[in-house]
């Protein structure tokens, strides 16, 4: 079945500076690749997805990029801000449901 | 409001007392879920739901038993629970499988 291995656990950052979080997945036929925020004390909220007919994504400061030939995708965020703190969750479709990574615990020095 | 609800949100039991934590949508859902988080393991998938009547094994369902009688409530019944079981559990909503999820606040249980 699919796993999903997601890199650094955590990733402090200066404001105003970019982050970039990794995953790599398993199986081959995963078409579907959503990035999950979650802020302290809630569930995971969805900031952005991409299918595996396109190899990058973008909403603001936001982009998600696909290498389907690795396995592999990664969130960036450009311009950080306070705001970004929280764990960000990548995540790929397997058979039936989606497989998660561990998570990243992004910090946002001021 | 488009929400998902969990009750309670917070509950201390003993082992083997069997308790039951609701999940209600509005959004008229077909797929519904239900996730333990656990610190360094991210999200496990304990059962999910396709549509009514529909329910399926995730990667982590020992223990657990859930049922999807109405399209809107997916309740999550721990029969017996065990220390192991201590954990925040989330229930998560989405049009289909590979649309968003929705997730309600979550639901820390400690099992003593």
């Known amino acids: 079945g699919e796993n999903v291995e997601q890199h650094p656990s955590t990733l402090s950052v200066q404001e105003g500076d970019s982050a970039v979080i990794k995953c790599t997945y398993s199986d081959s036929a995963s078409n579907y690749f959503p990035w999950y925020k979650q802020e302290l004390g809630k569930g995971p909220q969805l900031i952005i997805d991409i299918r595996s007919n396109v190899g990058e994504k973008k909403d603001q400061r936001i982009a998600v990029t696909l290498n389907k030939t690795a396995k592999h995708f990664s969130l960036h965020i450009t311009e950080t801000q306070p705001e970004d703190s929280a764990v960000y969750f990548c995540?790929?479709?397997?058979?039936?449901?989606?497989?998660w990574g561990a998570g990243t615990k992004l910090i946002i020095k001021p | 409001e488009a929400q998902v609800t969990q009750n309670p949100r917070y509950l201390i039991t003993v082992t083997g007392k069997k308790l039951t934590v609701t999940c209600s949508q509005n959004?008229?859902?077909?797929?519904m879920s239900w996730y333990r988080q656990d610190p360094g393991l991210g999200l496990r998938q304990i059962y999910y739901s396709m549509n009514v009547e529909v329910t399926d094994k995730g990667d982590v369902p020992e223990g657990y038993k859930v049922s999807r009688k109405e399209k809107r409530n997916f309740p999550l019944i721990l029969e017996s629970p065990s220390p192991n079981q201590t954990s925040l559990y989330f229930c998560?909503?989405?049009?289909?499988?590979?649309?968003?999820?929705?997730f309600g606040p979550g639901t820390r249980l400690t099992v003593l």
């Open positions: 959004m008229n859902h077909e797929y």
């Open positions: 995540a790929a479709m397997g058979n039936y449901q989606l497989i």
């Open positions: 998560a909503s989405s049009l289909s499988l590979e649309d968003t999820q929705y």
